[in-house]
């Protein structure tokens, strides 16, 4: 695996690179800086991310919203000195939360969750920023994705979101729960798909339950939803 690690601490960052790279033979980067980190997580993917908690100017729950906003399949594992951060940290979605100084049978427990999660799709939970903060929108309550720019359009039943990812990464995160690329624009939930019809010219028209809205297939996006559901 490729693994992120984040922590202020020279000492604390170089104990658990060791301790991860003795465990198995995983790919580690390992910053004291968390805005480095953000930057580097635009040029490179990453399995997971150990991420210290109280760091100066940007804590490590703070940087997991950031982190998620640009790869959202990521795994999150905190690190901290104080049990006090455990909520807010699995309310991001952390797989585990270890206490310093961890053992190394502790962040082989992390790895292994880590592993399991990986073989098999888990419930995708994404952290879309909005007025108030940020709130947690699962695969399931998304209706359909919209290409917008260098951004996306997320659309529930409730709402509109803008959020800061490509079409390609959200394909590859969302494919697994059962979305449909119908159009190099749309991207489908197969769960609200109501009623589709037939437009001419090899495209199909899609209507979903709980929202008005109806969206157009290209000629490869309903070859692609015949293959799948003919």
Do not use: C, W
């Not at 100017?57 to 049990?83: K, N, S």
């Not at 888990?122 to 940020?134: F, H, P, W």
């Not at 509109?160 to 729960?177: D, F, G, I, V, W």
């Not at 899609?206 to 969206?215: N, Q, T, V």
């Amino acid at each position: 695996m490729k693994l992120l690690l984040v922590d202020d601490e020279p000492l604390a960052l170089r104990r658990l690179h060791k301790m991860i790279t003795t465990i198995a033979d995983h790919t580690v980067v390992a910053l004291e800086n968390p805005m480095m980190a953000l930057e580097v997580a635009k040029k490179e993917n990453f399995d997971a991310a150990f991420l210290d908690i109280e760091m100066p100017g940007m804590g490590g729950v703070e940087l997991a919203h950031q982190l998620l906003a640009i790869q959202p399949d990521l795994f999150l594992i905190f690190q901290t000195a104080y049990r006090d951060y455990a909520l807010d940290a699995f309310a991001v979605g952390a797989v585990d939360y270890l206490l310093k100084p961890a053992e190394a049978s502790e962040v082989d427990r992390a790895l292994h969750r880590v592993s399991l999660y990986r073989k098999e799709p888990t419930s995708v939970q994404l952290m879309i920023k909005d007025v108030e903060g940020y709130l947690p929108v699962k695969a399931e309550e998304i209706v359909y994705v919209q290409a917008d720019l260098d951004d996306v359009i997320i659309r529930t039943v409730k709402a509109l979101y803008n959020y800061p990812a490509t079409m390609t990464r959200m394909q590859k995160l969302l494919e697994p729960h059962g979305f449909i690329r119908i159009h190099r624009t749309f991207l489908i939930n197969s769960q609200f798909i109501k009623r589709v019809v037939s437009i001419g010219g090899g495209r199909l028209r899609f209507y979903f339950h709980g929202i008005g809205e109806s969206l157009e297939s290209s000629r490869e996006g309903a070859r692609l939803y015949r293959s799948l559901f003919s």
